[in-house]
């Protein structure tokens, strides 16, 4: 279809070229009649002229060209070819016409006249065809095309306009643009008007009566693509986002794939940055040692601290295929680092204690855990050998091979815990508490929210069930939860294991908790899908050892703001020492396998906390609840709001 439209083009402008002396002396002497002599010269330069720019022009590939998608490359094309070809035709006019039998050379303003006249016919009919594409952004609204607002009005909100003309099959119209730059207000780009900023959204889709918003700003910070996803969506209306450009430039989508908001571009922060000078002094020439390595936080840790340059970089974990992958991950990223595998299973003191003599690790990031709170409501042994009973062989190796920094991920479920996990946790922050105030040593725990896409959480979960259909399960309609994702997460392990004086908790500023409920909501309806005609969401029931909320400090801990915004430090006034004893009888009887109701038991001993009830804190926290009293000693008392606040 192009190649016959480039001949059309070649016969119109042969015709045309060919016309244009004739036409140019009718003008000077305004009558279609005139001398022999100047016929003859029309038509030698006309014989000579047509041949010298259509040869140009096709040398110069103007009839290669597919003018429906010309741009400012092509005009550029057309000048040069133009300036090329009248300068072969000025010669031409000037010596060779003369000798070729004329009774006069070609005047110059015939010359300049079909210069000029022949570079505006070349341009105006490819403009033509490259205005007819335009010319759809006007054509009516067919009655079962989606009406489209883009929001952003940049480059790729423009490549998106042109995917949305070239394929009409995907039934979407575009209306126009919304646009935070005031300068651009009131202006158009190519016929679509800009409607108003991202502020004038909600207005927008009353007024123009929007069916869809493209977010076509790959590079906005999350706070805006959340302003804009939560006004479509109080407004009922769809959200799509376009690729990024890596993604594009790599060959994973194409321009045309428009990408479903996912919920992390709802919850994602503004990045947190790490102040590299202290954090490097952890890594940077030293031996470090991860432990859970192949899981998501451990390898995420692994990769930041590859780039701090550590002398050696020890990665443990108990399945091999995860630590094999990080090994070659790293290696190709990082060919002249020292990584060392170390496959090996942390409830083994004797293998725990052969690792640490033969590295003697300066700083130990302990990401090895079991996390999943129903697993282990089933499987008490596990959580206590590994949580426990793992934590205090690394702990204690650390302390006889003269570790200076050892961080713990622990997590806000160890908070007044209902269930077995969180109990485990909270003895294991409790070891590395006692172990860093007896011997003064840089011994930190940090505690987490849940982890946007690590492993089982509740994000894929959920896209698992609407690709399937669903129903979407949630435990109960009030479930909330923290959140933050695994660059924050891993961003606030190496920001605690750099603020650590000895035996804080560290916590990242989450802001609000969200309702479960919420997200599950949200995915439906940026998938495209309306709940309870598409997708089903069930409730199923709490399940053991869950709670409805989750608090991230205890009533007699304090908060003290750190030099970090989001990062807060928390301690009590007294750490009361735990008892040697009862855990080295828990760890025995999880050893040998005793009963659950036994093992439970004995974690209440340690954890008085530990209640293993289903119902909700009594006074439950949408946020943080830090209230600052009197910072005249540093230290904020924590004072929890009431669920009206």
């Known amino acids: 279809m192009h190649q016959v439209r480039n001949r059309f083009l070649f016969i119109a402008d042969t015709v045309f070229l060919a016309v244009l002396p004739f036409l140019l002396y009718a003008l000077r002497f305004e009558r279609l009649t005139f001398a022999t002599a100047d016929i003859e010269i029309a038509t030698l330069f006309a014989i000579l002229s047509v041949p010298t720019r259509l040869a140009t022009y096709v040398g110069f590939g103007i009839y290669r060209r597919l003018w429906r998608y010309a741009s400012i490359a092509e005009l550029e094309l057309i000048v040069v070819a133009t300036i090329v070809s009248s300068a072969l035709v000025l010669i031409e006019g000037l010596w060779l016409l003369p000798l070729l039998g004329a009774p006069a050379r070609a005047p110059l303003s015939l010359w300049f006249n079909t210069s000029v006249l022949s570079g505006a016919g ?20 067919r009655g079962n095309e989606r009406r489209v607002l883009i929001a952003g009005a940049g480059a790729a909100g423009q490549m998106i306009v042109k995917e949305l003309l070239n394929n009409p099959d995907l039934g979407m119209f575009a209306i126009g643009f919304a646009d935070d730059d005031k300068t651009m207000h009131g202006m158009h780009v190519g016929k679509l008007p800009i409607l108003g900023g991202l502020a004038d959204i909600p207005s927008i889709i009353r007024r123009q009566q929007i069916d869809e918003i493209v977010i076509a700003m790959p590079t906005a910070p999350g706070t805006v693509v959340r302003q804009v996803v939560r006004a479509a969506l109080d407004a009922g209306v769809m959200t799509r986002t376009v690729p990024g450009v890596f993604e594009i430039l790599s060959g994973r989508v194409k321009v045309s794939a428009l990408r479903d908001v996912e919920i992390e571009d709802l919850l994602r922060r503004e990045p947190i940055k790490t102040d590299l000078e202290q954090v490097s002094a952890l890594a940077s020439n030293r031996t470090v040692l991860v432990t859970g390595a192949g899981g998501s936080i451990g390898s995420e840790l692994c990769r930041q601290l590859a780039q701090l340059g550590p002398r050696k970089l020890v990665i ?17 990223n990082f060919p002249q680092l020292t990584i060392v595998p170390v496959i090996a299973d942390i409830r083994d003191r004797g293998r725990v204690r052969q690792i640490f003599e033969q590295h003697r690790p300066f700083a130990v990031f302990h990401a090895a855990a079991h996390k999943h709170v129903p697993l282990m409501e089933e499987n008490v042994v596990e959580a206590i050998t590994n949580n426990i009973c793992g934590t205090r062989n690394l702990v204690d190796a650390a302390l006889d091979q003269g570790t200076m920094h050892f961080v ?6 160890a908070v007044r815990p209902t269930n077995v996990m969180g109990a485990t946790k909270r003895v294991a922050e409790h070891i590395v508490q006692g172990a860093a105030i007896r011997n003064k040593k840089n011994f930190v725990a940090v505690r987490f929210g849940n982890v946007l896409g690590s492993r089982g959480s509740v994000v894929p979960t959920f896209v698992k069930q609407i690709k399937a259909g669903g129903p979407v399960t949630i435990t109960h309609p009030d479930m909330r939860r923290y959140f933050m994702t695994i660059p924050e997460a891993v961003q606030l392990v190496l920001q605690a294991g750099a603020l650590g004086k000895g035996g804080e908790l560290f916590m990242l500023d989450m802001g609000e908790p969200v309702k479960i409920i919420d997200l599950a909501r949200d995915l439906i309806r940026l998938s495209g899908l309306d709940e309870g005609i598409d997708i089903e969401i069930r409730v199923t029931g709490i399940r053991p050892g869950e709670k409805l909320y989750e608090e991230m400090f205890f009533s007699d801990e304090l908060a003290a703001p750190t030099t970090h915004p989001k990062v807060l430090r928390a301690r009590k006034e007294s750490v009361e020492p735990y008892d040697d004893g009862l855990i080295n009888d828990i760890v025995l009887a999880a050893q ?12 209440k001993a340690i954890v008085p906390d530990f209640s293993g009830a289903l119902a909700p804190p009594a006074e439950p926290t949408p946020g943080f609840g830090v209230q600052m009293v009197d910072a005249r000693d540093g230290v904020l008392p924590l004072r929890r709001r009431s669920s009206e606040s």
Request: glycine fraction near 10%; include cysteine; proline fraction near 4%.
């Open 122 to 141: 070349l341009a105006g009919s490819r403009l033509y065809i490259r205005i007819g594409g335009w010319k759809r952004m006007r054509r009516p609204v």
């Open 316 to 332: 443990l974990g108990h399945g091999e295929n995860p630590i094999f992958d990080m090994l070659n991950e790293i290696h190709s």
């Open 592 to 603: 040998s396998c005793a009963g659950e109701e036994t093992l439970r038991e004995m974690l």
């Open 408 to 413: 713990l991920i622990s997590t806000d479920k």
